[in-house]
């Protein structure tokens, strides 16, 4: 089974940048989206960032302009680009693999905190 490992979370103050890592141990098949979200103590968790398989993009209202979401198909990797980050961003970001056989794929999580 494939696995997400996340990296890149941590502390910044706002308006900084961080850029996130999904490594999957390798390429699972019939991946639909590539996909970020977040949850943030006492919320839901909410979809921040999507990218298909053909390379189109879609980003939650609360981070577009702010945020980039890519992929490196040949490192099986995806990241997040974050800039001017704000204090409401600070979230657990998990990475999620979804397929078109309605099995999701998920990483474990990673702090990310922006103090003003």
């Known amino acids: 089974q494939a696995q997400l490992v996340e990296s890149g979370g941590g502390l910044v103050q706002a308006g900084e940048s961080l850029r996130l890592s999904c490594a999957a141990s390798?390429?699972?098949?019939?991946?639909?989206?590539k996909n970020w979200y977040r949850q943030a103590p006492g919320k839901q968790r909410e979809l921040v960032a999507s990218?298909?398989?053909?390379?189109?993009?879609n980003y939650a209202d609360s981070v577009k302009g702010r945020f980039t979401i890519s992929r490196d198909n040949a490192k099986n990797t995806v990241y997040l680009q974050m800039d001017s980050l704000k204090p409401e961003d600070t979230a657990v970001y998990y990475c999620?693999?979804?397929?078109?056989?309605?099995?999701?794929?998920w990483g474990q999580g990673t702090q990310v905190t922006v103090s003003s």
């Open positions: 990218i298909t398989v053909g390379g189109s993009t």
């Open positions: 999620n693999v979804a397929t078109v056989f309605g099995r999701d794929f």
């Open positions: 390798g390429s699972i098949f019939g991946t639909k989206t």
